[in-house]
């Protein structure tokens, strides 16, 4: 069983890419458990200062969640051609780690534009030497989409999220 942490960097209650995280959740292959990362906005702003003994708690957790997991899905949103400051946030509490070193980590998306956050979030992701998986990319396009229409549309992707957790699954066990 492998076990893989998903996380949405968007903290809107009615997030599309919290939607497709929680999707990938609730439709992985019987060989896979995704467990949704829930406290990016729980945690404190990077300070170096706060590193070592001193680093809290929440931060502690995340890493610890990281260390853990066989594999990372992250799926963000864009904000001004950007990563959202939450999510790299997130990503800098990592950074001084073994945590990412070598862990396999996959994209996925929830709109069709972003692409200036994908390319600076897999710039970021490699440089911390995440294993970035570039094989099957999820793109389902729910920009804009309301919580209803959203549901439909995960609905009707159901078997594209499953291959994309199952090759993802392929590439950790291929390292
Ligand atoms: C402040 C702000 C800035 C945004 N800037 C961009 C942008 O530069 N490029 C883009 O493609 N979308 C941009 N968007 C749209 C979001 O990326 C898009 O709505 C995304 O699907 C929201 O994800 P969520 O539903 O998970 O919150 C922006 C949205 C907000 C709120």
Known sequence: MLNILAISGSLRAASTNSALVEALAGNAPSDCRVEVYDGLGG??????????????????KLIDAVTQAD????????YAHGVPGGMKNALDWLVSRDAAVGKPAMLVHASPRSLYARAALAEIMRTMSFALYEGAALEIALLGKKPAETEMILGANRQAMRDAVQAFAGFIRSR
Do not use: H, K
């Not at 594999?71 to 864009?78: A, L, M, N």
């Open 43 to 60: 945690l404190p702003i990077f300070n170096p200062d706060d590193e070592g003994e001193r680093t809290p708690p929440e931060a502690v």
């Open 71 to 78: 594999g990372v899905i992250v799926s963000c949103p864009e």
